[in-house]
């Protein structure tokens, strides 16, 4: 077995699908040889998977609190696949900040808590020697993210927004973090192999042959907590914003929408159907229809790997504020 160095600490915000894959993928990857299907850099920025250790957690819902990390990935909502199995890994959920963090949708299936202030979270930051830490929170959670960051700067933490919620496009939060000296990752997460990247690759194709694009919509459908969020038409305006973003819609395109529908027994499986209508040589129509499912949460965890290497990276350099080339590669929405 490859020996766990844990010289990158990460604690992590939210502890639903997305951190049941990303801590499946640590035990999953460290043994695993180099051309293991799904991790694109075994190593990156210098680090290893092995590398990694979660040192805190942090969730508001009563149901997860003061479990194990390990168990508290299991207990419902969640719903992501088992592909590894997790030892006990000492890390007890804390509670956390509520703020904004639970939507009318998801609120009816959760027993909430959430009293922590941003001092109690920045303590136990502290206490338990994180140095990166990762914020999941449901999209449309602008409060909650701020307050997590706000907690990363006192605790002396680098800040991963793997959300839409608004902070390395946020002047005052990139200088913030540039201030202080630590690095800041965002916004919004890239799954590894999701639908936008293979929306925007079409699209770049189609641009790379002189082929106009006219109209185009992708339509996402999933079963997980994340889908539920999105059943709230405000918490579903900032994702299309950043999905838009992500697959070129400012290139040109002038009409391009965005849709999520939550279907239960999908679990944490994604759906999604894109359709471009386009216009070729002498202006004849170009129609693409495609269809691609994939599990939702793997998805994310491994870009999720690189953003915490690239993080640590940063922070044994003494570089600070947003990492813009990581940013780039792994966020929807880097820039505005």
Known sequence: MTERTGRITVGVVGVGNCVASLVQGVEFYADAPDDAPGLTRPVCAGYAVADVAFTAAFDVDAGKIGKDLSEAVWAEPNNASRFADVPHLGVPVDDGVLADGVGAGTAPHIETSGHASVEDVARRLTETGTRVLVNFLPTGSQSATEAYAQAALRAGCAFVNCM??????????????????????????????????????????????????RDTYQLNNGGNMDFLNLRDPERMRSKKETKARGMGAGAGAPRVHVGAEYVPFLADRKVAYIRVEAEAFGGTPVEIDLRMCVEDSPSAAGNVLDAVRYAQAALDAGHGGVLAEASAALMKAPTD
């Not at 608004?166 to 630590?182: I, K, Q, S, T, Y």
């Not at 690759?201 to 694009?213: E, N």
Request: aromatic fraction near 6%; avoid cysteine; glycine fraction near 10%.
């Open 164 to 213: 839409p919620a608004r902070v390395a496009r946020e002047p005052r939060w990139a200088r913030a973090f540039a201030d202080a000296g630590l690095p800041l990752i965002g916004d919004d997460l890239k799954s590894q192999f999701g639908s936008t990247l293979v929306h925007h690759a079409l699209l770049d194709a189609l641009a790379a042959g002189g082929v106009r694009l």
